[in-house]
């Protein structure tokens, strides 16, 4: 009799859903079902960047995760039912806004927190700035301070040797007081001197980490005198992994460059795999620019997915068409690329005649820099 009993109660409880069930912990409750939830469930960003957080609620342990490699995730509380997600964002350089998202896993259940981010805003422009028809101002140094921001320019530190036979040695700052580099008067000063025996310079990168992709790249330049000097301005690609992908594969634009012994001289050139110095197949223009050495003038490029072309003072120099061929032999120009000024002295070509010590110290310098990419 009791027996019958025993079952028929233990019947009801089931049925009634009151029937306790060992749960993850060793104890007794009802089973808890999957469920997940973030609270709030989209967060916005400015381009700038920054960090907030949303909080989560789950029916048991969860975790959260996102492919989106501008966003980073801080998770606290995953072993419980209740936690927190904090959510990283670098800053957008694009003036396109963008999108991610993030998952919320618990059991199988699954939920979605949406980021976004606002595009960068264009940059304010000086009424002394001619900005090109369809174009937009992204980036520039007018060299209106004391100093170039870290944050945008970086110094290369090489001793002699490093390239093309070049007998400087690059520093970042100074030597003994004297500076490679000083802003001061509205302008950037490039120095190459002798000091205790050996020659320092400068050489510098812009948005080395960035760069960018395609647009008008503009400086106002006065360049040094003296046989052995060689000043530059020009353009390499971003992140390139030398040993998978080498010089002149990876490419490299040349928007200004002239050597000492021919003075005033400048010329721009084009170097790939298929056209490059070392074959005597470079693709390469040059032109007189009557007082390069005695005052400012203005070199230009113009860089679009058809062509590369060059301007001195607003008359074209060079111009070199895409193929369209998608060979990188001919064209690896479809990637970010950074700015680069620096002052050689000696070297394969700035030595090519000799140098003279007497003409030191020499200097290069910047009224400014601009970048423009066209309006999205």
Known sequence: MFKHISILIGSLALATGIWACSDDNGGSGQQTP?????????????????????????????????????????????????????????????????????????????????????????????????????????WHDEFDGTSLPA????????????????????????????????????????????????????????????????????????????????????????????????????????????VGYNPNYTSSSIHTESYNHVMGTQKTAERLTEGAQDDFHTYRLEWTEDYIRTYVDGQRLLSFANDGKGNVATWPFNRAFYLILNLAWGGDWGGAQGVDESCLPATMEVDYVRVFQKIP
């Not at 949303?54 to 998770?75: C, N, P, R, Y």
């Not at 999108?99 to 896993?105: E, F, M, P």
């Not at 510098?204 to 760069?211: D, E």
């Open 34 to 138: 999957a469920s997940v939830a973030a609270s709030p469930e989209a967060l916005t960003f400015g381009a700038e960047g920054g960090t907030a957080s949303f909080s989560v609620k789950a029916g048991g342990e969860w975790d959260a995760a996102t492919s989106d490699a501008w966003i980073k995730l801080a998770k606290s509380g995953t072993l419980s039912t209740n936690g927190t997600v904090e959510v990283t964002a670098d800053a957008n350089s694009s003036r396109t806004a963008r999108t991610a998202s993030i998952t919320l896993l618990s059991g199988t259940a699954r939920a979605k927190v949406t980021v976004t981010q606002d595009g960068k805003a264009p940059e304010p422009v000086n009424p002394n700035i001619e900005v090109p028809e369809g174009y937009e101002l992204v």
């Open 151 to 258: 944050s945008e320019w970086k110094h290369e530190v090489q001793g002699p040797g490093w390239v093309n036979n070049e007998l400087q040695t690059y520093v970042n700052g100074a030597v003994d007081g004297k500076p490679v580099t000083e802003v001061a008067d509205g302008k950037l000063s490039i120095n190459c001197f002798k000091h205790a025996g050996k020659i320092y310079s400068g050489r510098i990168y812009a948005m080395v980490n960035s760069g960018w992709k395609y647009g008008i790249f503009e400086a106002r330049l006065k360049l040094p005198k003296g046989k052995g000097t060689w000043p530059a301005f020009w353009m390499m690609p971003v992140n390139n992994d030398f040993a998978a992908n080498p010089w002149p594969r990876c490419g490299e634009i040349d928007i200004m460059e002239e």
